[in-house]
């Protein structure tokens, strides 16, 4: 039961869970900015290019014979795959600067003073300063 108790404590320290939470979004925004590549800003690129669609672009090596399928090398959907890595290095870079900008605020903020001195510290203070007098 030991091995479970420390599992358990390893799993639900906060790290982890945070960890956990930015896995999930993040594989649920990396379909979006897939689709959003695919769909939205690879169509009027291969436009502009002269109709060409991008994902169709490939080099065949070895024509497809009795059985075995046609070797092609695929560098249209190596393209698409870079624009997804470009956009999604992005997103996280301005996630990230946006951090830093909230952290730097915070920081800079000069922090609370301190509560002024109770009246019996005032009192030992003078008692203080008369006896460094004397």
Known sequence: MGMLDEFKKFAMRGNVVDMAVGIIIGGALGKIVSSAVADVIMPPIGLALGGVNFASLSI????????????????????????????????????????????????????PAPPPPSSQELLLAEIRDILKDK
């Open 60 to 111: 065949t090596m070895k024509d497809a014979s009795e059985g075995a399928a046609a070797v092609t090398l695929n560098y249209g959907k190596f393209i698409q795959t870079v624009v997804d890595f470009t956009i999604m290095a992005f997103a996280v870079f301005l996630l990230v600067k946006a951090m830093n900008s909230l952290k730097k605020k915070e920081a800079a903020a000069p922090p």
